[in-house]
């Protein structure tokens, strides 16, 4: 067993907390947690969300996330290969519900970019609520920073964007507003992923941002 998952278990085992207790308390499935320990990495789900179980439960543990996570493989995980769908040739119609749909998604497009034009000129954050609705029916929050926050950063001041997967969205936002950027929050569904944890974000952590930057964070919902 390497560092990581011995860590993991003495940790646990020192403060007198079984798995079940672990479990109850991080909401990670028990199956999870003991694989962290044991190290067998076939049975995580993909990266991203095994990073954030593990930042998860090695701050639950006490420990510090920051120096485990290197210990951790990165794309462990052998993605499912599909086998490829016979081709159908279908004949190139337009209903008028395709030219609906296409409507539909262009004005969704353009709305974005109108936000993100935004947050170029006020550092301002945009919530992008993704429900499994209808694209038509789709809606944009938009969630501005407290009244004063873009002072706080010195115009032309740049800083490098942490890691923020396994944080919670709160945690999350203060990061990016820390470092003047606005943000966009996008809301998907996370399987086994804890409710309000960020499982990804652009631009990637170590890009240097600035106030009038867009930083987009992906969140379980």
Same mark, same amino acid.
């Given at each position: ?5 011995? @860590? ?9 907390? @079984? ?6 308390? @991080? ?179 170590? @890009? ?14």
């Amino acid at each position: 067993m390497s560092p990581l998952g011995e @860590t993991l278990q003495r940790a646990r085992q020192a403060r007198g907390i @079984t798995v079940e207790d672990a479990e109850r308390a @991080t909401r990670i499935p028990r199956r999870y947690l003991e694989a962290l320990e044991q190290e067998d990495y076939s049975i995580l789900p993909a990266p991203v969300y095994a990073r954030g179980f593990l930042r998860s439960y090695s701050g639950y543990l006490g420990l510090d996330p920051a120096a485990l996570l290197p210990l951790f493989p990165v794309g462990h995980v052998d993605e499912p290969q599909l086998a490829p769908l016979p081709e159908v040739q279908q004949p190139r119609t337009w209903s008028m519900s395709g030219i609906i749909a296409v409507a539909a998604v262009g004005a969704l497009i353009l709305l974005v970019v109108a936000l993100y034009s935004l947050g170029q000129e006020g550092g301002e954050g945009a919530f992008l609520s993704a429900e499994p609705a209808p694209v038509e029916e789709s809606a944009l929050n938009v969630v501005l920073p407290p009244e004063g926050q873009a002072a706080l950063v010195e115009p032309g001041v740049t800083q490098a964007l942490p890691d923020l997967a396994g944080r919670s969205l709160d945690e999350a936002i203060e990061a990016v507003e820390v470092t003047g950027a606005g943000y966009v929050v996008i809301g998907v569904s996370g399987g086994e992923v804890p409710l309000g944890q960020i499982v990804d974000q652009q631009p990637l952590p170590g @890009t240097i941002v600035q106030a009038g930057d867009l930083v987009t964070l992906i969140v379980s919902r």
